[in-house]
């Protein structure tokens, strides 16, 4: 029962008009990874572990470089950051993690999906969410992608252009595949039991727009 209400939380909120687009964050640098934390304060852990120490320091509400990121023992990632000269260790939760560039995969799935929808008498922009549209949603990825784990996500899609974990469920990712050479988002939700390395798709939704941009 409680994986089901997960579940369909999932699916509500990316449902939702604002969902693929994100909170606005400003524009992260084109190249190497890069964290935006939209938590008021940050815990700097010493070790990559909610037992080690931390200080706290205020956010500095821009983009923090990311040389590394690494896993405990539970699974959860962690990324290693230096703010106002202190270098310690952020969980994922509350962080957007700037990660490659706009994807050429998610643009070509658009490009065959437009294509059939021109010929079934569609309006472009063509979009959908997989709550409302699981036809649709299935037409755009070729098959069923609900259920499917990360791994094969990505290796159908490639590097998405963010990831992020909200604050309140460090078992819950987000990947959003900005459309290279288009105004549009792919934004797929996953979810992962406590300790599993991987999480499965639960929502997927393509939208006009891009990640966090300012409205």
Same mark, same amino acid.
């Given at each position: 029962?409680?994986?089901?209400?997960?579940?369909?939380?999932?699916?509500? &909120? =990316?449902?939702?008009?604002?969902?693929?687009?994100?909170?606005?964050?400003?524009?992260?640098?084109? +190249?190497?990874?890069?964290?935006?934390?939209?938590?008021?304060?940050? !815990?700097?852990? !010493?070790? %990559?572990?909610?037992?080690a120490?931390?200080?706290? &320091?205020?956010?500095?509400?821009?983009?923090?470089? &990311?040389?590394? %990121?690494?896993?405990?023992?539970?699974?959860?990632?962690?990324?290693?950051? /230096? &703010?106002?000269?202190? $270098?310690?260790?952020?969980?994922?939760?509350?962080?957007?993690?700037?990660?490659?560039?706009?994807?050429?995969?998610?643009? @070509?799935?658009?490009?065959?999906f437009?294509?059939?929808?021109? +010929?079934?008498?569609? !309006?472009?922009?063509?979009t959908? @969410?997989?709550?409302?549209?699981? #036809?649709?949603?299935?037409?755009?990825?070729?098959?069923? *992608? =609900?259920?499917?784990?990360?791994?094969?996500? !990505?290796?159908?899609?490639?590097?998405? /252009?963010?990831?992020?974990?909200?604050?309140?469920? *460090?078992?819950? @990712?987000?990947?959003?595949?900005?459309? #290279?050479?288009?105004?549009?988002?792919?934004? *797929?939700?996953?979810?992962?039991?406590?300790? %599993?390395?991987?999480? @499965?798709? $639960?929502? %997927?939704?393509?939208?006009?727009?891009? /990640?966090?941009? #300012?409205?």
């Open positions: 029962m409680k994986k089901f209400l997960l579940s369909l939380m999932l699916v509500i &909120v =990316i449902a939702s008009s604002s969902y693929a687009v994100g909170d606005p964050t400003p524009s992260a640098p084109s +190249k190497g990874q890069w964290a935006y934390s939209f938590d008021s304060e940050l !815990r700097l852990y !010493r070790r %990559a572990s909610f037992n120490r931390y200080s706290e &320091v205020e956010n500095p509400e821009r983009w923090i470089s &990311v040389p590394s %990121a690494v896993r405990d023992d539970d699974n959860n990632l962690w990324y290693k950051v /230096t &703010v106002d000269g202190k $270098t310690g260790w952020l969980p994922q939760t509350g962080i957007r993690l700037k990660m490659g560039g706009r994807s050429k995969a998610a643009s @070509n799935l658009y490009d065959k437009a294509r059939k929808m021109r +010929k079934s008498g569609e !309006r472009a922009p063509y959908f @969410n997989s709550q409302n549209d699981e #036809d649709l949603c299935a037409e755009f990825f070729g098959s069923d *992608i =609900i259920g499917l784990s990360m791994s094969a996500l !990505r290796k159908k899609l490639g590097t998405p /252009t963010y990831r992020e974990s909200p604050s309140e469920d *460090i078992n819950v @990712n987000w990947l959003y595949y900005e459309l #290279d050479g288009r105004d549009m988002t792919l934004m *797929i939700s996953l979810y992962r039991e406590s300790g %599993a390395k991987e999480g @499965n798709v $639960t929502a %997927a939704r393509l939208d006009t727009g891009r /990640t966090g941009a #300012d409205e």
